[in-house]
């Protein structure tokens, strides 16, 4: 198996190959897999305070996040997504590690798939609020 390589950079650092493929899969995973109705790029995507994480084997993106500080000093975390062919390998834990090493120990939320919430219990994330319908799916806040 390749080596993995993982990066980060905001819109304006990720160079055009990259973040074509970032964006691809987030669009292959959220649009085409899980069948979200919904336009996947919004203007968080390019805001000064998102980092795009990614990890990468053989030039290629084979998974992804995205990391934006909120006005309140808390780090958002939402596009997490792997691609088929990686799954269970790991790639998503190491990435959301990365993620909650970058928060520098300040606040990290995510809106998560209910049937996701063990994989971020696991990373000390805890439900706050009651669960609400986002995409079509029921999902929870969590924070660390």
Partial sequence: MARTAYRYGSID??????????????????VVERQMPRMELDDID???KTVHLWAERSGEVVAGLRLHEQ???AFRVSRLCTAL???????????????????????????????????FERLGFRQEGE?????????????L
């Fill in 46 to 48: 390019v805001n000064d």
């Fill in 85 to 119: 062919e990686a799954r269970g390998q790991g790639l998503a834990t190491k990435l959301m590690q990365h993620a909650i090493t970058m928060a520098k120990r300040r606040e990290v939320v995510v809106d998560a798939p209910i049937r996701t919430r063990g994989f």
């Fill in 13 to 30: 650092q990720i160079d055009a190959r990259m973040l074509y493929q970032l964006l691809r899969l987030r669009i292959q995973v959220f």
């Fill in 71 to 73: 006005d309140d000093g």
């Fill in 131 to 143: 669960k609400f319908v986002k995409d079509g799916m029921p999902h929870v806040e969590l924070r």
